[in-house]
């Protein structure tokens, strides 16, 4: 008799292995494809690393691979001079712009995953001069802590890359003009679901621009609705959802 069982997570070595560093590698494997299937064009110049707790070492994808092609032989270690550390002989490519993500770790010890893509609403709304502002609920999650970073061209080097760290501050997340956006989480779960949120509110907000004048949320409220949405209960219960529809769309990610 078939039953109906209800399924929370898909099971995953991820969620049994017992090696913390595994875990960490299945969990941004995991991360490089969710964001892929939400639509953000990754190509060749978007990236996403995890930091290795309490570490000056990070988790990142080899150079030029878009998210969907990522598998386990396509991540690697490196230190915060961008140095691999686990190439065994082998020529991987590092993006340059990773010391984005190593300025970033250096200021914020509360930061271990950091994701930037190049969101096609996201871009566009930067592309107008314009940051994400808070008018659904949804955007809540982001309230008071998305920040508008003014500078144009590639960030090469760890001078510009530092202007950046020092722009997002305290932050959670940016909006990079002409550009695309940028989210620093505790966890590659929190980095990974605010970068989807600001692609679907962009998506709003520029619908809204085209019809008339935003009205953006109340403090009460933003404040509100922020505290029940990045509760650690919700956030798990989104990235359980996320990780059903990674689970039922490429279950071989799950595998591997």
């Given at each position: 008799m078939a039953t109906n069982k209800v399924v929370?997570?898909?099971?995953?070595?991820?969620?049994?292995?017992?090696?913390?560093?595994e875990q960490l590698r299945e969990r941004l494997l995991h991360a490089f494809h969710i964001i892929d299937l939400s639509g953000q064009p990754s190509g060749m110049g978007s990236h996403m690393t995890a930091r290795l707790p309490g570490e000056d070492r990070m988790l990142f994808h080899i150079h030029n691979y878009g998210f969907g092609e990522v598998t386990p032989d396509h991540i690697f270690t490196s230190d915060f001079d961008l140095n691999v550390l686990d190439a065994n002989g082998a020529d991987v490519a590092v993006n340059p712009t990773l010391h984005i993500h190593t300025r970033i770790y250096r200021m914020r010890p509360d930061v271990n995953c950091i994701v930037h893509t190049h969101a096609k609403h996201v871009t566009a709304l930067s592309c107008l001069g314009q940051n994400l502002a808070c008018i659904t609920q949804s955007s809540a999650r982001l309230y008071n802590e998305c920040v508008y970073f003014a500078e144009e061209g590639s960030v090469l080097g760890k001078d510009k890359a530092q202007a950046l760290a020092d722009a997002l501050g305290g932050n959670s997340a940016m909006v990079l003009k002409n550009h695309g956006l940028l989210t620093a989480g505790r966890s590659i779960p929190e980095a990974v679901l605010l970068a989807l949120v600001m692609e679907q509110e962009a998506e709003i907000q520029l619908m809204a621009m085209g019809a008339g004048t935003i009205s953006p949320l109340g403090e009460e409220g933003a404040m509100r609705s922020k505290e029940y949405l990045r509760s650690d209960k919700m956030m798990g219960r989104h990235w359980a959802f996320q990780m059903r529809k990674l689970a039922r769309l490429r279950p071989e990610l799950l595998e591997m």
């Open positions: 929370f997570m898909p099971e995953s070595r991820a969620t049994l292995s017992a090696d913390p560093m």
